[in-house]
């Protein structure tokens, strides 16, 4: 398992706008660096459930880790993600 106070300690949560089929959605992302490496997950919140956990496969592609058939919300949701630390 996992210390939540030290991943939001390294890595503070932040929020991002989607905008699907006309909607705005509000996301709360939660970053989760492991230590030692050069590797992220982001844990994804809406209204407070949690949707999933999406990871960065290469530069520009993302996935989620259980749900492969969204890889296009994962990929909006990266997106996002990646304008987030520019």
Not at 62 to 81: F, H, R, S, V
Request: net charge negative; proline share 5%; with cysteine.
């Amino acid at each position: 398992m996992f210390d939540v106070e030290i991943i939001l300690a390294e890595a503070p949560p932040f929020s991002v706008t989607l905008e699907i089929s006309r909607r705005e959605t509000e996301l709360d992302i939660v970053p989760h660096w492991f230590s030692g490496e050069n590797f992220c997950s982001f844990y994804i919140f809406q209204a407070g459930n949690e949707l999933g956990t999406i990871n960065s496969t290469d530069i520009n592609e993302w996935e989620w880790l259980t749900e492969p058939d969204l890889k296009w919300l994962a990929q909006l949701i990266g997106n996002e993600i990646d304008w987030h630390y520019l």
